[in-house]
């Protein structure tokens, strides 16, 4: 058997699987097929275990890299933030709740109003959360909050810890490289300000990274350089998502 008729069958597949990635089908069919890839992405992010002495010292060495780049910040952002009362709070509530409400509410609106975005922004999704676990796997890290760098957690409160209880079992704290907030952020952006006709909706499009930066920061969640990793794979998942989706769809017309 030559490698071209065993490569085939690969081949076949992968452009079987363009094909569907390059269509909007049914929201039901889309929102069972979102909600299964994120419930196997969220299990798959959590059973990838890191020693924390494992992930201190990566955190600790990107500590450095970031004194050495002169990025080393964060301490000083979360300490600006939390001269302003009651900001701290809201951007612990905007760090829970915008990676997903905001993500699903942009995916829903393309599927709706913008069809011919939405194959794109679902797949480029799609792809970055699959890199993201390399990135997890390869590359543990403890988040700001947990490398005892002075800086403060505050997220776990009263009312959410994610650090301890049922949130804890369903949560990696050491899937922090690359920084998913900022890759999702990206892609919705992306989204928002080439279909938005309202120059409102590119506005909101165009501050949605940097306040997701700000977030993640602020709440002592990510370094600088997670939110640079979290970029980059949301720039090699759109090339991918690209290819995916437009070359199978150019092909058939």
């Given at each position: 058997?030559?490698?071209?008729?065993?490569a085939?069958p690969?081949?076949?597949?992968?452009?079987?699987?363009?094909c569907?990635?390059?269509?909007?089908?049914?929201?039901?069919v889309?929102?069972?097929?979102?909600?299964?890839?994120?419930?196997?992405?969220?299990?798959?992010?959590?059973?990838?275990?890191?020693?924390?002495?494992?992930a201190?010292?990566?955190?600790?060495?990107?500590?450095?890299?970031?004194?050495?780049?002169?990025?080393?910040?964060?301490?000083?952002?979360?300490?600006?933030?939390?001269?302003?009362?009651?900001?701290?709070?809201?951007?612990?509530?905007?760090?829970?709740?915008?990676?997903?409400?905001?993500?699903?509410?942009?995916?829903?609106?393309?599927?709706?109003?913008?069809?011919?975005?939405?194959?794109?922004?679902?797949?480029?999704?799609?792809?970055?959360?699959?890199?993201?676990?390399?990135?997890?796997?390869v590359?543990?890290?403890?988040?700001?909050?947990?490398?005892?760098?002075?800086?403060?957690?505050?997220?776990s409160?009263?009312?959410?810890?994610?650090?301890?209880?049922?949130?804890?079992?369903?949560?990696?704290?050491?899937?922090?490289?690359p920084?998913?907030?900022?890759?999702?952020?990206?892609?919705?952006?992306?989204?928002?300000?080439?279909?938005?006709?309202?120059?409102?909706?590119?506005a909101?499009?165009?501050?949605?990274?940097?306040f997701?930066?700000?977030?993640?920061?602020?709440?002592?969640?990510?370094?600088?350089?997670?939110?640079?990793?979290?970029?980059?794979?949301?720039?090699?998942?759109a090339?991918?998502?690209?290819?995916?989706?437009?070359?199978?769809?150019?092909?058939?017309?």
């Open positions: 058997m030559t490698t071209a008729a065993i085939s690969g081949l076949r597949t992968i452009g079987r699987l363009g569907w990635l390059s269509v909007r089908h049914s929201l039901r889309e929102a069972a097929g979102a909600l299964t890839v994120y419930a196997l992405y969220e299990v798959a992010r959590g059973l990838v275990g890191a020693d924390a002495a494992v201190d010292g990566h955190a600790h060495r990107l500590v450095s890299l970031e004194r050495s780049l002169h990025l080393f910040a964060e301490a000083n952002v979360q300490r600006a933030v939390q001269t302003f009362p009651g900001v701290t709070s809201l951007l612990g509530v905007a760090y829970l709740t915008l990676h997903l409400t905001v993500t699903a509410g942009v995916l829903l609106w393309l599927h709706r109003r913008r069809p011919e975005g939405f194959a794109f922004a679902r797949t480029a999704l799609l792809l970055a959360s699959a890199l993201s676990l390399v990135g997890f796997l590359y543990p890290t403890a988040p700001p909050r947990l490398a005892g760098i002075g800086i403060l957690d505050t997220v409160g009263r009312h959410v810890d994610l650090n301890r209880g049922l949130v804890s079992s369903l949560y990696n704290p050491y899937a922090a490289v920084s998913m907030h900022v890759g999702y952020a990206l892609i919705v952006a992306a989204a928002l300000l080439r279909h938005g006709r309202h120059l409102l909706v590119r909101l499009g165009a501050l949605y990274p940097p997701v930066l700000l977030v993640i920061v602020a709440t002592g969640n990510h370094f600088f350089l997670d939110a640079a990793a979290g970029a980059l794979v949301a720039g090699l998942a090339a991918l998502g690209a290819r995916l989706t437009y070359g199978p769809a150019t092909a058939r017309r």
